[in-house]
């Protein structure tokens, strides 16, 4: 126990340890979190209506990165699968920033639930009566919660055993809970697209492809954040990132962005083509309807992404890595849109008795979004912090962080300081 | 270099008080100025902290729970005395808010009784005056504006709702190109809001109404999406409302006042309908098109008006089953005791 006490007050020192760059990322990372913060007292003191949401678009933009992180979270153990089920030994070793970005990710999801809700402070409700099983939302908090405590259990498992120095005994304790994460992340995310799958009152979610094009948009977006996230590691620790292993996740990538290409092709198809009453809302999306036409710029913005990255990963010529990191990025922000505001907003426009209101975020409903990214990416940052030095023996049981026998004389417990030191090690 | 050094053993991170004078070496001479350098990182942390937590100020007193409010159960677990006294403390509420002791019951439903409402398109000439006496009745938030019914301006011809105008303006109405659909809450037999509630805040009572416990409602709008009526609507500011505005005559489940962060919408008027009265939107209706009453009850008006109109009801696709029924006026009926009335040449057809 004491041990563990030890370990954690040794991870978060260590958080606060690295150079100036890394210093001054947490910080503006903080920065934007508090002003968030800020943001979200504001509108527990006013309601939701310091956002952009009303009776007719009653979910917007929290509901919407809520969609996409889970999307990205199930994905991010994707990674995993190859590891698991084709053996590639490249992945290895990486897995476990795919389980960490997975927790950073279901926590943000679960911030964002949270901001949405109107009186955050009945949460209690939901442990004293629970609709369960008729209530898609009940499953959600199961599943997602479920998700984060298995993610939480095989990354918190595999670091503190390479604290410990023990080995990790893989049989008993990481390979079933991964081979269950897999399953639980087809899981959270089937649910998530169910929960708006199911409800009849609005055509433009109930459709059966919603489900597999959720998939198979996650399966682009996430992999691409790893890519993105690995490519920094690369950069900036000593870890060893093998490219071959990128190579793995572009591969992935290539195939589900090409399978979310077709699905959404034949959506598309199929709304225009026999255009019934029920494509108003594929019309407002795409083309607006009179003069109303908000989301027209973003959804053709986001096609455009999807195909220049689509192009950049199908042509030969693109297989260097610096080619690969522009397309993770058009692919994030691509699928962020269509996911997103392409998903939610327009199956309330028009509303199920033919008004059209449009949705416009406010600032205030802007600055908690962005307060919550800062936050889940300063998780992230932090976990990858701690873990690298744990895995890489840098950091054990009776080996605290960094003692390098020149730094002891120069230094004076400033994290520049410890930087130059971590710099000097890593060369 | 060392991590620890004094200046961090105190930390709020409770576990490690201990562990910080536990093992690794430990070293009391940290330097001056890194002292100086941490504190004010610490304050300055803090300081943003408080910063960023500031609006909470301004909370208003009602959005600090009560321990009474917290532990309060849900209507349907409540017994009689637990129901006495959350009446008891909404009375008190009301009356340090807005200066009146209302009239706060329970009502609840009865035996062998469940409602349906009948609307006559042909006779509605879109004057809204039920949807202010809703209003009014039902204590809705002034500003922002709530309105539990919609009135909506069809072109005649279609029953397409998507072709309707929500916001029509004209100076005087009936228009003749137009006719008028009235839509609220339909009362569903099968409700999907009520399906999909994560905690059960909203349910269908055995008269078939369909209330929400406004206690209970955690706001997460999930029911609004449901709803394929669009009859929902929810608090997104705390409501405005002029004292001398206030129903006094309230019940839990009805028309009491509601806060910032919760659903409400029609209810029947359950707080009159239970104890024999009509709604508020049937009584100021000047044409009579509002029918209303026990369709259990053969005998009663929604009872014949569904055996003998041609009774339609919106969205039927939706399979929602609505206790809300429209018909028009049928010129020539087809019951017999009305069959010289029909025309002459109408009859060889028929
Ligand atoms: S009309 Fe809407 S709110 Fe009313 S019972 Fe039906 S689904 Fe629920
Ligand atoms: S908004 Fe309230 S009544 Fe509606 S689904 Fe959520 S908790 Fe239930």
Redesign the pocket.
Known sequence: MRDYAVFLWRCFRLSFVGDWRYGAWMLTLTAIALLGLNAYCRQLVFGLATTGMTDQVSWGLYIANFTFLVGMAAAAVMLVIPVYIYRNKELHDLVIFGELAAVSFIIMCLLFVTVDLGRPDRMHHLFLRFNFPLSMLTWDVIVLNGYLLLNLHICGYLIYCAYRKREPRKALFVVPFVLIAIVWAVSIHTVTAFLYVGLGARPFWNSAIIAPRFLASAFAAGPAFIVLALQVIRRFTDYDVPSKALMTLRQIILVALTINVFLLMSEVFTEFYADTAHSASTHYLFFGIGENRALVPWIWTSLGMTAAALLILYLPLARSLRYLNIACVLIIIGVWIEKGMGLIVPAFIPTPIGEIVEYRPTINEILVCLGIWAAGILLFTISVRITIPVLSGRLTIDHPYATEPDTETESNGSPRATALAFERSTS | MRIFDSSQSKCSHGECSSACSGPGPHRLGSTRRSFLRKGAAAIGGMAALVGALSPLRELDESDLGSVEKFIQKHYKEMDGEEMRQALERISREVEKRYDLRPDIRDVRPMDGVEFVYALNLSRCIGCRKCVYACVEENSQSREPEIQYIRVVEMPRGTLDIEKGNHHYDRPTVPDSEHYYMPIQ????AK????KVCPVGATWQEPDGI?VIDYDWCIGCRY?EA????W??RFNFAEPKIPKEDINPRMSYLSNRPRHKGVME?CHFCLHRTRVGELPACLEVCPTGARKFGNVLDPRSEVSEILKTKRVFVLKEEAG?L?RFFYYFDERHPRSDGDREAAAPGREATA
């Open positions: 809450c339909h009362q569903c409700p999907p809001c009520v369909t029911c449901a709803c394929p009526y009859a929902r919408k929602t609505p």
